[in-house]
């Protein structure tokens, strides 16, 4: 969201959910048109204390999203497509 508010007005601003699901996993994707990840941070986003806000972030978010994610037999990923971040999160389907 802090990428999407320096981008253009409100009107133009874009954050797309995707959710699809197959018989063992569910995805669920996250894009924006807000100018895609910077190329010297996208293998390091998932990184503790990586952070390119200049605000007082700890850049401690992401990585706790992953741990998560993989605390729960997940996969998420990072990449850029159309100008635009997507954040891709696959976890195993729940059968209780």
């Known amino acids: 969201m802090d990428e999407l508010i320096k981008f253009g007005t409100f009107p133009d601003r874009k954050l797309d959910i995707f959710i699809e ?3 063992d996993k569910v995805i ?6 807000a100018g895609g990840i910077k190329d010297d941070i996208i293998d390091h986003v998932f990184d503790a204390f990586k952070s390119t806000k200049e605000s007082s ?5 992401l990585n706790i999203a992953k741990k998560i994610v993989n ?3 997940g996969e998420i990923i990072a990449y850029n497509e159309n100008g635009g971040a997507v ?6 389907l729940y059968k209780g």
């Open 87 to 92: 954040f891709e999160v696959t976890l195993p």
């Open 21 to 23: 699901s197959t018989e």
């Open 57 to 61: 972030c700890m850049g401690v978010g």
């Open 71 to 73: 605390d729960n037999d």
């Open 28 to 33: 669920v994707k996250f894009k924006d048109n």
